[in-house]
């Protein structure tokens, strides 16, 4: 080292003679060192000026090192580093030695020294700033070396009085990442001094750069993110900052401010100029809601998001932010409650509703009214009505959070909430119907705000009107008048806008399931039926009558007097809405009534069900059974199959849960179709855990191991055996490797086995492999299927196009014709790369198109919205003909399993995660009639 | 003594009229006087104009006028709410000598916005759904454009079909500018611009004097705002009559108008040619007024921090109060002239001082942390030159001035009882100052003398008292603390030898 410090200083002296001096390094230097380096080195000797190195040096940093060659490397990069005079090619040089201490395997302890080595001796602020940021990718990438995080830290603390703002800012990143979290570190044996790095960068707050105060602040956030508890007296300083003329700063301070609250919400702090103290947690809300009206839009944006998770502030203070014109000033709030609330009520100042009331009241005490310092006030009135909507989306989102925890806030937002239904941005309008949605089980809408609420349904955005149907599902009212309101709303909205049918319909199921007994006094009006004489028979197709009647069917499951006021028209619309629309209409008890299947008390909890019951006892009798002869576990598995499919049409619920037990019993029977069936359970069920993949994928390579031996019954020659052979074995390699954690549990399966006898299998003839294959597939033992906590089925329903059209879609052949698909998807992961729309021509052409992931509309959990348009095209055909769409599920077996680079014996690369495997249809497909006529010349 | 005088000659303590005379640096500035078409005005130099955005109306500004290091700041009307169509007013920290706002609603609070668009919507439609007619008396620029874009977008969200006018003249060419300059409306304008301007209203159509007489609902924009004369006027003494209408007022209304009459509760009203006219409609009111509230004014003077506050355009006894308030709130002096009077401010410019980078580098380098507090002494010399000053250190100064240094000594004797040699004696000041002086470069040369850093100290006998010992000691001027402190020290007397 000591001459390479001699060299550079002679360098520095002596300008002229250095471009000879590089020259003869060279020769020296290329036998020794590996290719890489070698080959950079001579790039670098052969540059004639510093652009040109600079060019060598980017064509490097295109291509990565092996961990072996990276010291050689940097050890030719430090050689140039020492030589060079042209500082933007020492910055590179720098900024690559960052790059290369990352890269993974490699230890960079060894280049450190000389890191800190250079760093002494450099001059120029923007290398000495890269330098450090080098340094900072050493010691994260050390995370465990005390000694050298401390020397790291030292070497920091050294820069800090740089004059450089950049160089300033790196050292307290540096210190930030690397400052040692324990304050009572021993003094290590080179006596470096225990450094308080809380307070060196406190020190920093003050700087004169704002970019260094920023950075200062960000530091102490770090520190704090990577466990650190922060002092308490930051807050101070923090609060401070908070009138810093920079945005950054302040953004920065918020957050800080923010930190240092949720670590001490209970410690009392002292109200400037005055003897009163107030919780730090209250105090600091009420600087970050002074913050909603500051004047940067970052500034408030970052504000209003934090004041969402301040789920500690008093309620007092809390409910302030609603209200601007409460005046209760911090300082006196103790002493003067109650004659701030006074204040409040006599309304010093005019809220400019009513003419005439500015005139000013009565003099009050001066001190009692202030303005600006009891900041919490009006904070969410200022952040709501903000000029970004950015501003007022993390408001509503704040809001939400706020009201979750809060009931009684809950209550006192909603007129808030209720006012940004009006927003003149949609997303504004969509997030605060989301929000609302949230909170509801909170609370109960007045009959005004239910008007105001119900006229967003007049919405002409699909988005909106749909978010709102999903809020009333989940909605308490508290009068009849606001049901009637509600549904002539609804059914306003459905003879406007006919498409939101299934969606009106849903929420009408749920506004009567909620409020039964506020649907009964409306029942004869909604049936308009008459104490004395017989009405006409409404039409049974009328979507409008349908929605009344799933309200009052719904509203009657538990309100068992209604029954007694319908007409007996209404007895047979319920049987026939039961069958048709089962989803919506709940059973019933209806007097002197015998229903199919209302065997089921609707009270009952679902794990006490009888059902459920019946469920189990039926998996468990096939499990215990299983050593009956072949001929019985067949007859056993069949009835069971067919029992847990009936199971699973009768109740809703189950119908999960059964339907996957069934396809697994299924499975067991017809060992040949497995292939097919193993996919569709890994595929389109969501809620599936590791437990059952791993059985699924058993089962597939018992399937496998079957079709193997099936075509070595078959075919002729050995040689497509051996391929075969080969890749089964990879498989079950591939199978052991997945899922080595879950072989415990597979004790005495096939798979098992199949493991033990490796070895003897690696090096057997394929007949003799499919011969053990044979027995052991004999011998082997059936898995019990562990039930999952929550399964689905996906599912789809193509909602549009209807296929009811007798009218051909015609269009010009060779140009294309744009088809409207909207359909809903139920419990499907990740539509987005899954859900694919097939369009299957007459002509047994099949075409696949990937929908946008715009299409996808996400409204509820699990469930999911496609409209898209699919282009057809054809050529001329004589008569209009149907084409079939329908939805597939596409999958990969190898996208689901965890660290999947070497699947299927490592010919997938890295496109794994695009790539689709197959495709299970799993939606009923619709006909379109089409005519494509031909083009006119 | 440099000042800053302010003397309203419209604006003071009154709400109709406008014009204010400042006098800044020696410059005298009228502002919010209108202008002369066809006089181009000549702007001084030295005067500094920034405009900032005020959202009072489209293009209206607030104007910061700045010579050298003093600076007023006028607000005119500005907003800090923003609405439909304009963003919310801004200003940066300037820190400006005076702030002059106005302080039409300088006692009110408003609601929050939205409560009271909802409730206008509400009114509105519901009244147009029972098949009245709804009057909105607005003035040609501003409020009209925001009542438009609201109702624009209501209809669009609700799609009704009653039609909506606004009146001719005014209304429509303002329309036109509002169209060309979407860059100063807010932001949803400014973002949905390039699908669609905003401002070509699909439903808001040029009204004819004969519509009014039709049947069915319809929602009319008129102007005048304060229904004194004009179109509103004859199409409110049409409407007056019928119950089911309604007429909205969306802001202030001066004593003695119709619109103040008919706000005040009045039912009867006596129109020319002894004609009383019956106020069947009904009246609502609804401040849509684009000024700044109370809490409004704060938040601007809070951002803006000046050192004083002037209050205009606002009724003396609203404004009062309100002056309260700032003086409590942000410890500065505010002021509220009535018209003629003259406030005057003194101010204390800051001069500028160019500093040379050397000498700011070196007195850098020796504080080793940053601290904003603790006020730091630097040695150099001031030149002043062509009302030019600079601080260059010494050594430059001499060289540019061609002068040559002298040097400053100090010396004192100091005696000290002491029998011993003048060797011995050095040795144990020697010893003595080393023990104390731990911080200093403290050396005992070769030659006898000690020296802490550039202080030279000799012992030498007493010419007739051979039990006491002369101590002289030198200092050069930079050093005369540590020398002072060094005599001090030493003529206490050393400590004895144990």
């Given at each position: 080292m000591a001459a390479h410090l001699k060299k550079r200083v002679y360098e520095e002296f002596t300008k002229v003679v250095q471009q000879q001096q590089e020259e003869i390094a060279t020769k020296k230097l290329r036998l020794t060192k590996p290719s890489k380096s070698a080959a950079l080195h001579i790039d670098l000797c052969k540059a004639t000026s510093p652009a040109d190195a600079l060019q060598y040096l980017l064509q490097f940093a295109r291509k990565p090192v092996e961990a072996e060659s990276v010291e050689g490397v940097v050890r030719i990069l430090l050689e140039h580093y020492y030589k060079e005079n042209d500082p933007s090619v020492r910055l590179k040089i720098a900024s690559l030695l960052g790059l290369l201490s990352?890269?993974?395997?490699?230890?960079p302890d060894c280049i450190m020294d000389d890191a800190i080595n250079i760093l002494q001796n450099e001059k120029s602020h923007q290398v000495l700033a890269q330098l450090l940021d080098t340094l900072l990718a050493i010691g994260t990438k050390l995370p465990d070396n005390q000694a050298i995080q401390m020397r790291l830290v030292d070497v920091a603390c050294k820069h800090?009085?740089?004059?450089?703002h950049g160089v300033r800012n790196k050292c307290l990143q540096l210190l930030g990442n690397l400052?040692?979290?324990?304050?009572?570190?021993t003094k290590d044996a080179e006596g470096l001094a225990v450094r308080d790095v809380q307070k060196i960068i406190g020190?920093?707050?003050?700087?004169?750069?704002p970019r260094v105060r920023t950075a200062a602040i960000k530091a102490m956030l770090q520190l704090h993110e990577r466990g650190l508890k922060l002092y308490q007296t930051i807050y101070t300083q923090a609060c401070k900052l908070?009138?810093?003329?920079?945005e950054q700063v302040r953004s920065a301070a918020v957050q800080l401010i923010w930190v240092v609250s949720q670590l001490y919400p209970e410690s009392i702090v002292p109200i400037p100029s005055s003897n009163e103290e107030i919780r730090l947690v209250d105090d600091a809300f009420g600087k970050i809601c002074h913050m909603?009206?500051?004047?940067s839009w970052v500034v408030r944006v970052q504000a209003s998001k934090l004041?969402?998770?301040?789920?500690?502030?008093s309620s007092h203070f809390l409910e302030q932010t609603?209200?601007?014109?409460?005046?209760?000033d911090l300082r006196r709030k103790r002493t003067a409650h109650e004659r701030a609330k006074e204040l409040y009520t006599s309304?010093?100042?005019?809220?400019?509703?009513?003419?005439?009331?500015?005139?000013?009241?009565e003099e009050v005490d001066?001190?009692?009214?202030?303005?600006?310092?009891?900041?919490?006030?009006?904070a969410f009135v200022h952040g709501l009505e903000d000029e970004m909507y950015e501003v007022r989306i993390a408001a509503v989102e704040a809001l939400c959070m706020l009201a979750q925890s809060s009931p009684s806030f809950a209550e006192k937002c909603l007129d808030f909430l209720v006012d940004m239904f009006?927003?003149?941005?949609e997303e504004v309008r969509l997030q605060s119907i989301h929000t609302m949605r949230k909170i509801s089980n909170n609370i109960t809408l007045r009959e005004d705000q239910l008007d105001t609420v119900l006229a967003v349904?007049?919405?002409?955005?699909r988005d909106i009107r749909e978010a709102l149907h999903e809020l009333l599902c989940c909605t308490n009212v508290s009068t009849k008048e606001g049901i009637h309101l509600a549904l002539v709303e609804l059914l306003k909205n459905l003879t406007k806008y006919p498409t939101d049918r299934d969606s009106i319909w849903k929420c009408l199921k749920f506004l009567g399931s909620r409020h039964p007994t506020l649907v009964l006094p409306l029942v004869p009006e909604l049936l308009s039926t008459h104490p004395f004489f017989d009405t006409a028979e409404p039409d049974m197709d009328d979507p409008a009558y349908i929605a009344v009647l799933v309200l009052i069917f719904n509203a009657a499951k538990t309100c068992?007097?209604?029954?007694?006021?319908?007409s007996d028209h209404t007895f047979r619309h319920y049987a026939y809405l039961r069958d048709s629309l089962s989803h919506l209409v709940p059973a019933l008890r209806l007097p002197g009534r015998k229903l199919v299947?209302?065997?089921?008390?609707?009270?009952?909890?679902p794990h006490e069900d009888p059902s459920h019951q019946f469920l189990q006892q039926s998996l468990e009798r096939v499990y215990s059974l299983q050593h009956l002869d072949p001929q019985g576990t067949q007859e056993l598995l069949e009835f069971t199959i067919r029992d847990l499919q009936r199971l699973g049409e009768l109740q809703s619920e189950l119908a999960g849960v059964a339907d996957f037990s069934a396809t697994y019993l299924r499975c067991q029977l017809l060992l040949i179709k497995i292939m097919e069936e193993t996919y569709k359970m890994e595929f389109m069920y969501?809620?599936?855990?590791n437990k059952q993949v791993v059985i699924i994928h058993h089962m597939r390579l018992q399937a496998k191991a079957l079709q193997l031996i099936v075509t070595a019954r078959t075919a002729r020659g050995v040689d497509p055996l051996f391929g075969m052979c080969e890749k089964f074995l990879q498989e079950v390699d591939f199978f052991q490797r997945c899922f080595i954690a879950d072989?415990?549990?597979?004790?005495?399966s096939f798979v098992d086995k199949l493991l033990d006898l490796m070895p003897r299998l690696m090096t057997s003839k394929p007949a003799e492999v499919v011969k053990i294959l044979h027995t052991m597939l004999r011998q082997s033992t059936f898995l019990h299927l562990p039930l999952p906590e929550q399964i689905h089925k996906a599912s789809a329903t193509i909602?549009?196009?209807?296929?009811?059209?007798?009218n051909p879609l015609r269009f010009t052949s060779g140009l294309v014709v744009a088809l409207d698909v909207d359909a809903t998807l139920e419990?499907?992961?990740?539509?987005?790369?899954t859900v694919k729309v097939q369009v299957s021509y007459p002509d047994g052409q099949a075409q696949m198109i990937h929908p946008k992931p715009a299409d996808f509309r996400n409204p509820g959990p699990g469930r999911h919205r496609l409209i898209t348009q699919v282009y057809l095209s054809h050529t001329a055909w004589t008569e209009p003909c149907q084409v079939e769409v329908r939805l597939l599920l596409a999958y990969n077996s190898?996208?689901?399993?965890?660290?999947?680079?070497?699947?299927?014996?490592?010919?997938?690369?890295?496109q794994v995660e695009t790539s689709i495997e197959g495709t299970i249809p799993f939606s009923k497909s619709v006909k379109v009639y089409i005519m494509p006529k031909p083009a006119r010349r | 003594m440099p000042e800053i005088r302010v003397t309203p000659l419209g604006a003071g303590q009154d709400v109709g009229r406008s014009c204010i005379l400042v006098s800044i640096a020696g410059k005298n500035v009228m502002l919010d006087c209108g202008m002369h078409m066809g006089f181009s005005d000549d702007v001084d130099d030295e005067l500094e104009i920034k405009a900032y955005y005020a959202?009072?109306?489209?293009g209206a500004a607030m104007f910061q006028i700045k010579v050298g290091s003093e600076s007023v700041v006028y607000t005119g009307d500005y907003n800090m709410t923003p609405d439909r169509h304009l963003g919310a007013a801004w200003i940066d920290?300037?820190?400006?000598?005076l702030l002059i706002t106005e302080?039409?609603?300088?006692?009110t609070i408003r609601d929050s916005k939205r409560c009271r668009e909802r409730d206008f919507l509400k009114k509105v439609h519901e009244t147009v759904e029972r098949g009245g007619k709804v009057l909105i008396p607005v003035f040609a620029l501003g409020r009209a454009q925001e009542l438009c874009i609201l109702l624009e977008t209501f209809w669009e969200r609700m799609d009704l079909k009653a039609p909506i006018y606004f009146s001719t003249g005014l209304t429509e060419k303002a329309n036109h500018y509002y169209k060309l300059f979407i860059?100063?409306?807010?932001q949803k304008i400014r973002k949905t611009f390039v699908q669609r301007?905003?401002?070509?209203?699909?439903h808001i159509k040029a009204f004819d004097r004969?519509?009014?007489?039709?049947?069915g609902p319809m929602v009319v924009f008129a102007t005048?705002?304060?229904?004194?004369?004009g179109q509103s006027l004859q199409i409110f003494r049409k409407w007056?009559?019928?119950?089911k209408n309604m007429v909205i007022m969306p802001g202030y209304c001066v004593q003695g108008t119709v619109g103040h009459k008919i706000l005040s509760g009045q039912r009867k009203l006596e129109m020319e040619g002894r004609q009383v006219l019956e106020v069947k409609m009904q009246v609502e009111y609804m401040s849509f007024s684009a000024h700044a509230d109370a809490k409004g004014i704060m938040q601007l003077v809070g951002q803006a921090e000046p050192e004083n506050v002037l209050l205009v355009h606002g009724e003396a006894k609203k404004m009062e109060f309100l002056k309260q308030k700032i003086e409590q709130e942000f410890r500065v002096s505010c002021y509220m002239p009535a018209n003629g009077e003259t406030v005057t401010l003194p101010t204390s410019p800051s001069i500028p001082v160019g500093i040379s980078l050397g000498l700011l580098k070196r007195e850098m380098a020796q504080g080793l942390l940053p601290d904003a507090k603790k006020p730091r002494l630097l040695h150099g010399t001031l030149i002043m030159k062509d009302s030019n000053f600079r601080l260059v250190s010494s050594e430059q100064a001499l060289k540019e001035l061609g002068l040559a240094e002298h040097q400053l000594r100090f010396t004192c004797r100091v005696h000290l009882h002491d029998t011993r040699k003048e060797q011995e004696t050095a040795v144990r000041v020697y010893s003595h100052l080393k023990s104390v002086l731990k911080d200093h470069c403290v050396q005992h040369l070769p030659d006898g003398s000690v020296t802490v850093e550039s202080i030279l100290i000799q012992a030498a006998a007493h010419s007739e008292d051979p039990g006491t010992k002369v101590l002289l000691v030198s200092w050069t001027y930079q050093d005369e603390e540590l020398g002072s402190y060094l005599t001090s020290l030493l003529k206490k007397g050393l400590p004895q030898a144990s």
């Open positions: 990352k890269t993974a395997g490699f230890s800090l009085t740089d004059t450089s400052g040692s979290l324990e304050k009572s570190v020190d920093y707050f003050s700087d004169q750069d908070l009138s810093d003329d920079y909603v009206s500051d004047g004041l969402g998770s301040m789920e500690q502030v609603l209200d601007k014109k409460l005046m209760s309304g010093e100042f005019s809220s400019g509703r009513k003419w005439g009331d500015d005139a000013p009241k001066t001190g009692a009214v202030n303005l600006i310092e009891s900041g919490a006030c009006g009006n927003d003149e941005i349904l007049e919405d002409s955005s068992p007097t209604m029954p007694a006021l319908f299947s209302s065997a089921l008390s609707p009270n009952i909890m969501s809620g599936v855990e072989l415990p549990h597979l004790q005495d909602i549009e196009p209807a296929g009811e059209s007798d419990h499907v992961q990740d539509p987005q790369s190898s996208s689901r399993i965890p660290k999947s680079p070497w699947i299927e014996g490592g010919e997938m690369s890295s | 959202g009072h109306v489209l920290k300037c820190r400006p000598n302080s039409t609603y300088a006692t860059p100063w409306t807010n301007n905003m401002f070509e209203f699909k004969a519509f009014a007489d039709s049947p005048p705002g304060m229904l004194h004369a007056a009559g019928n119950e």
